[in-house]
């Protein structure tokens, strides 16, 4: 069990919360026109597009991908429950589980360090007993704590790259979705300002777009898309371009290479794995671009006009 040694006030909290949007508006195109660089794909589409399998030119214009900065209706079931604090309301959530899910276990060691406030097992006994009463659970609150009171948390998917601090929608309704709540949980966990966690964040659940439903320069967008998945290669493309884009930015809003590293040290094999494709430990764009190219089922690998 952690000492409390401060309160941080909801203040305090939505001014963290607030600063998802923020980088959002302030960043997104910085950080696609890296992408856009270091993939040579697109998320926009002009004309006609077509996937790997079916050549059939379609007569679709795509206009991007939106990226959606969800905010969870906590207010209501805080009020309901009587938890005044949402940081605490965050805390219990994310942290109260007695079988932890995800990089828990790793997160909680750095929380130890950082004396993060107490969890509460009696407000998670509150949330859990709010969740298995209520009948209506298609608000995305809802939807977000059954993936976490009933760990359905990273199960595969044809439809979803499911991190915790974001997702990928890559079938139906393709779209990004940033939890600002959570990231700003976590940016007191790590020691990190949300609006550092929030870019990197957004330049993860953009690299998947690039990655899975990019255009390439023959209006392709390979054969990612609504399909199952390797999440070592899925997360680590995502990670490798992420690293990329915070050392390129890293100027532009510094400390965002460093809060990707600390990020890292508490997530999972999947997360990490990627760092073993660097051989010397140096970036090589080029080549994991045609590994890329050949992952989406764009070329084979034994195509001479591109090997
Ligand atoms: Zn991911």
């Not at 697109?42 to 679709?60: D, I, M, Q, R």
């Not at 209706?73 to 079988?99: H, P, V, Y």
């Not at 859990?128 to 609150?141: G, I, Q, V, W």
């Not at 777009?209 to 390439?216: F, I, Q, R």
Request: contains cysteine.
């Amino acid at each position: 069990m952690n000492n409390i040694t401060r309160v941080i006030s909801n203040l305090e909290f939505v001014k963290e919360v607030d600063a998802v949007e923020a980088i959002k508006t302030n960043y997104r195109r910085a950080i696609q026109e890296r992408l856009h660089d270091l993939t040579a794909l697109k998320l926009s589409c002009g004309g006609k597009s077509k996937t790997a399998t079916n050549s059939y030119p379609k007569s679709k214009v795509s206009h991007g991908i939106p990226e959606n900065i969800i905010v969870f209706d906590t207010a209501t079931l805080m009020s309901k429950l009587d938890i005044d604090n949402e940081f605490d309301f965050w805390n219990a959530l994310l942290r109260g589980i007695s079988n932890p899910i995800m990089d828990r276990l790793n997160i909680d060691r750095i929380c130890d360090e950082n004396d993060i406030p107490v969890l509460s097992e009696k407000i998670l006994s509150k949330i859990r007993s709010a969740y298995n009463e209520s009948k209506e659970r298609d608000d995305d609150l809802s939807v977000f704590l059954e993936k976490i009171l009933r760990e359905k948390w990273f199960g595969e998917s044809n439809k979803t790259v499911e991190d915790l601090l974001g997702a990928f929608y890559h079938c139906d309704n393709i779209r990004i979705e940033l939890y600002a709540q959570v990231i700003a949980y976590y940016s007191y966990v790590l020691g990190v300002s949300s609006g550092c966690l929030a870019f990197v964040v957004l330049t993860h659940e953009l690299a998947h777009a690039y990655t899975m439903a990019g255009y390439d320069i023959n209006s392709c967008r390979g054969e990612l898309l609504c399909s199952y998945y390797d999440k070592y290669i899925i997360e680590g493309l995502a990670q490798y371009y992420t690293e990329a884009v915070c050392k390129q930015l890293e100027i532009s809003l510094p400390g965002v290479s460093d809060t990707f590293l600390k990020l890292r040290d508490g997530q999972r094999a999947p997360y990490k794995d990627y760092q073993n494709w660097l051989g010397s430990g140096s970036f090589d764009h080029e080549r994991f671009r045609k590994d890329l190219m050949v992952f989406r089922g764009s070329v084979k690998s034994f195509d001479p006009a591109l090997w």
